[in-house]
Nanobody, 125 residues
Framework: QVQLVEAGGGLVQAGGSLRLSCAAS????????MGWFRQAPGKERVFVAA????????YYADSVFGRFTVSRDKANNTEYLQMNSLKPEDTAVYYC??????????????????WGQGTQVTVSS
């Protein structure tokens, strides 16, 4: 099992930027695909972005494509989500997750085996 800890959330004005990080520990980090999901108040958790274990392929939700960038540093067992041009509708708790096998695809949270505790991102208008 992989343990995940997110950091980097906070309060930012619309148009600003934040970078979230997700530090992994426990079982080897290599071989896992990594993803980001978010949950706004009163709404279901939804997919934001994902990256394959070698970083060769990335996936994004339409709502964040062109504004967010997912990356990973395998040497430091850390995944990042760079968020630019933030909008009030990006306000949510952001979760990172790890997937050993993604039989449901990386956009589906059922593919993920381990989850972080979440970090709050609030974008003011």
């Amino acid at each position: 099992q992989v343990q995940l800890v997110e950091a980097g959330g906070g309060l930012v004005q619309a148009g600003g930027s934040l970078r979230l990080s997700c530090a992994a520990s426990g079982r080897t980090f290599s071989g896992y695909a990594m993803g980001w999901f978010r949950q706004a108040p009163g709404k279901e958790r939804v997919f934001v972005a994902a990256i394959t274990w070698n970083g060769g392929t990335t996936y994004y939700a339409d709502s964040v494509f062109g504004r967010f960038t997912v990356s990973r540093d395998k040497a430091n067992n850390t995944e990042y989500l760079q968020m630019n041009s933030l909008k009030p509708e990006d306000t949510a708790v952001y979760y990172c997750a790890a997937a050993v096998r993604w039989e449901y695809g990386l956009r589906n949270e059922r593919s993920y085996n381990s989850w972080g505790q979440g970090t709050q991102v609030t974008v003011s208008s």
